[in-house]
């Protein structure tokens, strides 16, 4: 049997962040899979999109990670709006800060107008984590530490498969657990709000602590799409202007291909349509 090419779902405005490519635990064929099922008028790289901490310790780099490049390039092409503001872990790529590239656009930091007229900071967040601006060798450490994490995530699914329990994040469990980790959360929270009320936004949107919201914090809409190492999360927005988090792990259970009719059902085969 052949499948058809997914019919993809069109939103207003996609923002994704913390993909880490260059790295063994990034999600990148999960996101390519999430891109190729979604269209949207504008797409926002939110931070850390390449993880070059890691790249300087362990060059990763494989086919996947090009055809994500590809994925992007081609949708600024065929006309969405790509805009790329940088995190701490691709920070080099801050000195490109106000490029444009056709419609595709380097920016430290911008203001996503929603549907509705409201105005949302977005930006990746690394500057209201105390830690990274102030003890960056404290950043790396715990860098180091959740990639150990990461490590025994993938051991304790590789268990969990057999049993045919989904995918559970050891990660995310320990930081929703740890106290101080649950405090610098709230506190990383309350310092985006305060600056997006500063801008005179009435909402923020950002990534970098990989974990996924959206909720009101003293009046200011609060927006995190979360992360494609742990998580697999994208946040979108409607063209009512609605906003979703979307869990593409769970999402992509639900999406089962169509089946086509083949003149020949010896010679079936199921094609996997390229980009």
């Not at 993938?154 to 498969?161: D, E, F, K, Q």
């Not at 959360?185 to 709000?193: D, G, L, N």
């Not at 909720?215 to 998580?231: A, C, K």
């Not at 927005?237 to 169509?258: M, T, V, Y």
Request: proline share 4%; glycine share 6%.
């Amino acid at each position: 049997m052949l499948t058809s090419a997914p019919v993809p779902t069109r939103y207003r405005a996609i923002f994704v962040s913390d993909i880490h490519m260059g790295t063994r635990r990034a999600q990148v064929r999960q996101l390519l899979d999430f891109l190729r099922h979604t269209e949207s008028e504008q797409l926002y790289l939110v931070g850390d999109l390449v993880d070059n901490w890691a790249l300087r310790k362990d060059w990763y780099w494989d086919q996947l990670h090009n055809d994500l490049i590809q994925k992007l390039l081609r949708k600024a092409r065929k006309g969405t709006r790509l805009i790329y503001v940088p995190g701490n872990h691709d920070e080099n790529f801050r000195d490109l800060a106000n490029l444009r590239f056709g419609r595709a656009a380097v920016l430290e930091e911008t203001v996503h107008v929603g549907a509705t007229g409201r105005r949302y900071l977005v930006l990746h967040g690394d500057k209201f984590d105390g830690v990274v601006m102030f003890a960056p060798w404290l950043a790396r450490l715990g860098d180091t530490a959740y990639e150990l994490s990461m490590g025994l995530n993938a051991s304790v699914n590789r268990v969990r498969r057999l049993f045919r329990l989904p995918y559970w994040s050891l990660s995310a469990y320990l930081k929703n657990r740890v106290k101080k980790a649950v405090e610098f959360i709230s506190r990383f929270e309350e310092a985006v709000v305060r600056e997006a009320r500063a801008r005179r936004c009435e909402g923020v949107i950002c990534g970098h602590i990989h974990t996924p919201d959206d909720r009101m914090i003293d009046g200011i809409h609060y927006l995190n799409d979360g992360d494609w190492v742990e998580s697999c999360t994208a946040l979108v927005e409607h063209f009512d202007g609605r906003f979703e988090i979307i869990d593409w792990n769970r999402k992509a259970l639900s999406l089962q291909p169509q089946e086509v009719p083949h003149a020949n059902p010896d010679r079936d085969r199921c094609l996997v349509p390229a980009g």
